[in-house]
Antibody, heavy 119, light 109 residues
């Protein structure tokens, strides 16, 4: 079955760019009408939608993060990625990648990875 | 940005039925908000339970159901079990912008 796994640096310095990758196993990222998502969870807090990229490469972002976020697909590696620029301590969170389809837009989630923003 | 409101905490007795609700700051929740419900247990990733008001996934226990109730999205748990103790999040779409509720901590006694 399809599984998702986040990876990337656990520590990022303020003002730098946070870069995470989600590796998809058990299925091809380019087969099917899928949407590939990122959400995050600040420590001890609720969930926040960051955005997603569709099978056609169209991107949809949370307006509050839109100026700093880029989500992209790498079909050759069966991965998709998240880049968040100009990070501050407020971006410290567990980041989850997920998969969905045209409907339902969300179904599977990765286990999450903690990213701490600190000098 | 719109706000989504859930009960902060709810307690239910094992075997009883409980309904969690999800309200929108913009008015009644409708099918156009495509309500989702996710369950998250401590230290775990969220798990999607309900999509598009009331559609279940293959892994969704039969005791969970979703609906629209009184202008809100609702998640009903019929016959609560101790393993259902978790945080439950509602997720609504606002013309393609998705907003999570603050979550409801469900305690099963």
């Amino acid at each position: 079955q399809v599984q998702l796994q986040e990876s990337g640096p656990g520590l990022v310095k303020p003002s730098q760019t946070l870069s995470l990758t989600c590796t998809v196993s058990g299925g091809s990222i380019s087969s099917g009408l899928y949407f590939w998502s990122w959400i995050r969870q600040h420590p001890g807090k609720g969930l926040e939608w960051i955005g997603y990229i569709s099978y056609s490469g169209s991107t949809y972002y949370n307006p509050s993060l839109k100026s700093r976020v880029t989500i992209s697909l790498d079909t050759s590696k069966n991965q998709f990625s998240l880049k968040l620029s100009s990070v501050t301590a407020a971006d410290t969170a567990v980041y989850y990648c997920g998969r969905g389809a045209v409907t339902p837009r969300f179904d599977l989630w990765g286990q999450g990875t903690l990213v701490t923003v600190s000098s | 940005q719109a706000a989504v409101t859930q009960e902060p905490s709810v307690t239910v007795s094992a075997g009883a039925t409980v309904t969690l609700t999800c309200a929108s700051s913009t008015g009644a929740v409708t099918s156009g908000h495509y309500p989702y419900w996710l369950q998250q247990k401590p230290g775990q990733a969220p798990r999607t339970l309900i999509s598009d008001i009331g559609n279940k996934y293959s892994w969704t226990p039969a005791r969970f159901s979703g609906s629209l109730l009184g202008g809100k999205a609702a998640l009903t748990l019929s016959g609560a079990q101790t393993e259902d103790e978790a945080e439950y999040y509602c997720l609504l779409s606002y013309s393609g912008v998705w907003v999570f509720g603050g979550g409801t901590k469900l305690t099963v006694l």
